[in-house]
């Protein structure tokens, strides 16, 4: 089945997952994963986008998101994970791509898929038996919804729910469809780990995106940084950039060369 567009999803509620990239433990610490959920709450309030359930795991994070404009949630994931990748890059002396990708996303299209989406959030640190029960793990709104509080008492939640739902019964007794972990295919991947290293690269030097393609030792030091701090293959990034492979050779040799016109289209929004 060939994948549906972002932009073309066709509902605002949706199921985004964040993940470390091959897995890594990128919350391993409390004060890594309230970081994280700062900037999201801080963030939030620039975009016209709601969170509307979520739970921190030590290498991922899931959240029900709500956004009219799937654009918008975008921006906001951009923004969270280059400002959490930067502090985390800090604290931990390291350098490249953090995430596995920008985001991960899957479309919740009635009512009963968008019940079975909180359960299945809160039931990650169960599933992982990190704890007995969900209202024993910390970092999840499994009880906002419980207590009636928090993000439990969003005007899109009450509208669906109405203000006196007993969310423990109602989690309780919904039927459970199959989960599994949202995947995007590898190619979409590494589109998304050039991104992320292009945007590192353009905050780390406090650059234009025009600039990485109109001077031959920058857009050398970016081909640099995407080989050696994020890993990814020179042949990868020939296609991404739409490079020659005789012009990454003399790139990779220091050689003088023509400068790229324009810039790929590709990353033209970055």
């Not at 979520?54 to 400002?83: D, R, S």
Request: a neutral charge.
């Amino acid at each position: 089945m060939p994948r549906i567009a972002r932009k073309d999803l066709g509902t605002p509620f949706l199921h985004v997952m964040v993940q470390g990239v091959n897995k890594e433990y990128i919350f391993y610490k409390e004060e890594y994963i309230e970081k994280y959920l700062e900037l999201m709450s801080n963030k939030l309030s620039d975009y016209d986008t709601e969170m509307l359930a979520y739970c921190m795991m030590n290498n991922h994070g899931h959240f029900l998101m709500y956004a009219e404009h799937i654009n918008e949630l975008g921006e906001l994931m951009q923004k969270v994970n280059l400002i959490y990748a930067q502090m985390y890059n800090r604290n931990e002396k390291r350098c490249g791509v953090l995430f596995r990708n920008r985001y991960q996303v899957e479309p919740i299209y009635d009512i009963k898929h968008l019940i079975n989406c909180i359960k299945y959030i809160h039931n990650n640190p169960v599933k992982a038996k990190m704890v007995e029960k969900c209202e024993d793990y910390k970092y999840s709104s499994y009880n906002d919804y419980i207590h009636n509080k928090g993000l439990s008492q969003s005007k899109i939640i009450k509208s669906i729910f109405g203000d006196k739902c007993d969310f423990r019964e109602l989690f309780n007794n919904t039927y459970d469809k199959k989960y599994m972990d949202i995947e995007d295919d590898n190619e979409c991947a590494i589109d998304d780990y050039i991104t992320q290293g292009i945007a590192e690269f353009k905050q780390n030097e406090s650059i234009k995106i025009e600039e990485i393609f109109g001077n031959r030792n920058v857009l050398k030091k970016a081909i640099d940084y995407l080989n050696k701090c994020c890993g990814i293959k020179y042949v990868e990034i020939e296609k991404y950039f739409e490079i020659s492979k005789g012009t990454m050779g003399n790139l990779k040799m220091k050689k003088n060369l023509m400068i790229l016109e324009g810039v790929p289209k590709i990353i033209k929004n970055l």
